[in-house]
């Protein structure tokens, strides 16, 4: 898949953080919750995460959603 402007950005964003090696866990994470605020996520790879999130927890994304909707 070839990546496009910002959704580029942000693979190497978590390239770069996965490659620092050591915890590299959870610089990931930090890094991944901190360039999807500033990047975004693109829309296939949002798809695929949410795939894997727990049946128990939909709910709790779904409020998440409209609230965020309601202050924007």
Partial sequence: MKKRGNERTLYLCLA????????????????????????????ELRNETLKCLPEDLWAVYDLFQQNLKRKM
Avoid: R, W
Avoid at 24 to 38: N, Q, R, V
């Fill in 16 to 43: 770069n953080a996965v490659s620092l090696g050591g915890d590299s866990d959870t610089l990931a994470c930090i890094t991944g919750g901190i360039a999807e605020a500033f990047y975004g996520m693109p829309q």
